[in-house]
């Protein structure tokens, strides 16, 4: 194989499940010319997820000509994979007899995560286009916490009594009409007479058992049930550690009321992941489709609490004026320390946090990692302190700044990795997310540290 091919059949990997820019050039020629056919038989062999990604990097002015075009072809699942930001104006758009069909064909955990973000409005043209039974299901799943089971549960389940036999089971599933079964299910929950979850039965088993065997003698081992009102981070958490696929939910009482599937809680972790990077980060939880003025909203508060932090550092260095007068050196090599300490702080502030969110960052064993995260900033400290203590000695031909660099080389990422592991823990303990305000309080650590130790030590050494 040659290297050209090589590169080539690498491109085509890398953007596999990219839509080209031929394929949007060609929708979007379809809706330049009016030609509903054409754009319906380019639309036709995408996922729902690609036309969701289509809408979002299209421009707005475009991405409502689409929509109107497209018309009834428009199918819920579409909305369901839009990003929120583009979702509302979408929905404007929409005629409410298209908008009413689309709502009808999604589930009901996903007509929830729909609406509880629109605006009353939306809302109320969303409920009236369902049924009353979805309606009054849609309704009282929204009377449930935000972020909780309840609100990412769906309501359609299959379940069948205890005593049932496997041949009763299959019976009933061809039975009972299509549009009363689940889109997708993976298990039959078996309840007892007053609907309390008592096991699961996965498709699987269901198939390969003999139609005599009793539902209860082929239920799973791993079974866990989740209450209405638990935070639906700690329900992604169960199921990525029980390697579940489906799970009932129960009310107060212990009563089926719904299930949620491993698709709705790899979502959910999806968005913390992507929470805790963007609140690391200090940018907020905006989308690329967000306006200049929302995003400038979302970041302009780290931005000043970075500015304090910064100022508070710069008072450290102000102390020092005498020094830095004296010893331009000084100046050149100060910001190394810092950089330093807050690289190595910003590691062990990372792997904390992510420890924490994966509650794999317990009480029972906080101080072991703290005591680790301090000896590998000991460590780095020492290999960094030593080649920054020879190149002081090369660059400005003094041992005794050679020695001071590297002492506060030591210092800092010792402290560092003490701060980076200890303040997302303390935040954390005071009921404060880790991910939103470690950064700015580790960086202010690092730098005053960093800035104190060098320019304290040459104050005290070469003066």
């Known amino acids: 194989m040659s290297d050209q091919t090589a590169e080539l059949e690498m491109e085509t990997d890398e953007d596999a499940y990219l839509l080209g820019p031929k394929a949007i050039s060609a929708i979007l020629y379809a809706v330049d010319i009016d030609d509903a056919a054409k754009l319906t038989e380019l639309m036709e062999p995408l996922h729902a997820a690609d036309i969701a990604d289509l809408l979002e990097q299209i421009n707005a002015y475009d991405r409502s000509r689409l929509i109107r075009l497209y018309g009834r072809e428009f199918d819920g699942e579409i909305l369901s994979e839009l990003d929120e930001s583009v979702r509302e104006e979408v929905i404007a758009v929409l005629t409410p007899q298209v908008l009413s069909q689309a709502v009808r064909d999604m589930d009901s955990d996903d007509v929830v995560d729909l609406v509880e973000d629109l605006e009353d409005h939306q809302q109320s043209a969303i409920l009236d286009a369902l049924e009353d039974a979805d309606r009054h299901a849609v309704q009282r799943a929204l009377g449930y916490p935000e972020y909780s089971a309840g609100r990412l549960m769906q309501r359609e389940v299959v379940m069948a009594p205890e005593h049932w036999s496997v041949g009763e089971a299959i019976d009933h599933l061809r039975a009972t009409p299509e549009d009363e079964l689940p889109d997708q299910f ?226 800092n990422l010792v402290v560092a990795g003490l701060a980076g592991t200890a303040i997302p823990v303390i935040l954390e303990r005071v009921g404060v997310d880790p991910a939103l305000a470690s950064g700015a309080f580790v960086t202010t650590v690092t730098d005053v540290v960093g800035f104190f130790a060098f320019l304290g030590l040459a104050a005290l050494v070469l003066l």
Request: include cysteine; hydrophobic fraction near 55%.
């Open 186 to 411: 993976y298990h039959i929950v078996i309840v007892d007479p007053r609907l309390h979850p008592v096991g699961n039965v996965t498709l699987g088993k269901l198939m390969r058992s003999k139609r005599v065997t009793k539902l209860c003698d082929i239920t799973e081992e791993t079974f866990r049930v989740i209450p209405a009102v638990q935070a639906e981070s700690d329900v992604a958490y169960a199921f990525n550690q029980y390697h579940l696929i489906s799970a009932p939910v129960v009310d107060e009482e212990g009563r089926l009321i719904g299930i949620i599937t491993i698709d709705d809680a790899m979502a959910v972790m999806d968005e913390e992941h992507e929470e805790d990077i963007l609140r690391l980060a200090g940018v907020g939880e905006g989308s690329l489709s967000d306006r200049v003025i929302e995003t400038t909203k979302q970041r302009l508060p780290w931005l000043a609490v970075n500015l304090v932090t910064a100022i508070a550092a710069s008072l450290v260095i102000a102390q020092f004026e005498v020094a830095l007068a004296q010893i331009v050196a000084l100046a050149v090599l100060m910001p190394i320390v810092a950089s330093m300490g807050g690289n190595a702080g910003t590691q062990s502030l990372t792997v904390a946090v992510r420890a924490i969110a994966t509650k794999d960052l317990t009480g029972a064993n906080v101080w072991r990692v703290i005591r680790r995260e301090v000896l590998v900033g000991l460590v780095n400290g020492v290999i960094f302190a030593a080649i920054m203590g020879i190149v002081g000695v090369i660059w400005f031909g003094s041992p005794a700044l050679g020695y001071v660099i590297a002492a506060a080389m030591v210092i």
